[in-house]
C-alpha cells in the first residue's frame, strides 16, 4: 500500500480498493467474472453521458465524464497497487 506519507493518496482509492479487491476476495471465479464484467459496463454506461442524460447542460456531462475519469485512474492505481504488494 502507501507506506511513504509523501505519497499523493486518493481517498477515492480506499472506495474503489473496497470495491475491486476487498468485496471480490472470496468470490469463486463465475461470481468475480460477473462481478468484473459489471464494473466494466457500469463505467462505460456512465462514459455515454449524451444517453444518461439528454439535452443535458455541458457542465454537468463534463462533471460526469470528470467524475468517470477520476474512478478510472483510481482503479489502475489501485490495481497497480494491488501488484507490488
Same mark, same amino acid.
Given at each position: 500500500?502507501? &507506506? &511513504? /506519507? +509523501?505519497?499523493? !493518496? $486518493?481517498? =477515492?482509492? $480506499? !472506495?474503489? *480498493? %473496497?470495491?475491486? =479487491?476487498?468485496? +471480490?476476495?472470496?468470490? @469463486?471465479?463465475?461470481?468475480?467474472?460477473?462481478? !468484473? &464484467?459489471?464494473?466494466?459496463? =457500469?463505467?462505460?454506461?456512465? @462514459?455515454? +453521458?449524451?444517453? #444518461?442524460? /439528454?439535452?443535458?447542460? %455541458?457542465?454537468? +456531462? %463534463?462533471? #460526469?465524464?470528470?467524475?468517470?475519469?477520476? !474512478?478510472?485512474?483510481?482503479?489502475? *492505481?489501485? #490495481? $497497480? @497497487?494491488? $501488484? @507490488?504488494?
Amino acid at each position: 500500500m502507501h &507506506d &511513504d /506519507p +509523501t505519497d499523493s !493518496i $486518493d481517498p =477515492l482509492d $480506499d !472506495i474503489v *480498493r %473496497e470495491l475491486l =479487491l476487498e468485496r +471480490t476476495a472470496n468470490l @469463486d471465479a463465475k461470481r468475480l467474472a460477473a462481478f !468484473i &464484467d459489471g464494473w466494466g459496463s =457500469l463505467l462505460r454506461l456512465l @462514459d455515454r +453521458t449524451n444517453l #444518461l442524460l /439528454p439535452g443535458a447542460p %455541458e457542465p454537468l +456531462t %463534463e462533471a #460526469l465524464q470528470a467524475v468517470v475519469g477520476r !474512478i478510472r485512474e483510481s482503479q489502475a *492505481r489501485v #490495481l $497497480d @497497487d494491488d $501488484d @507490488d504488494v
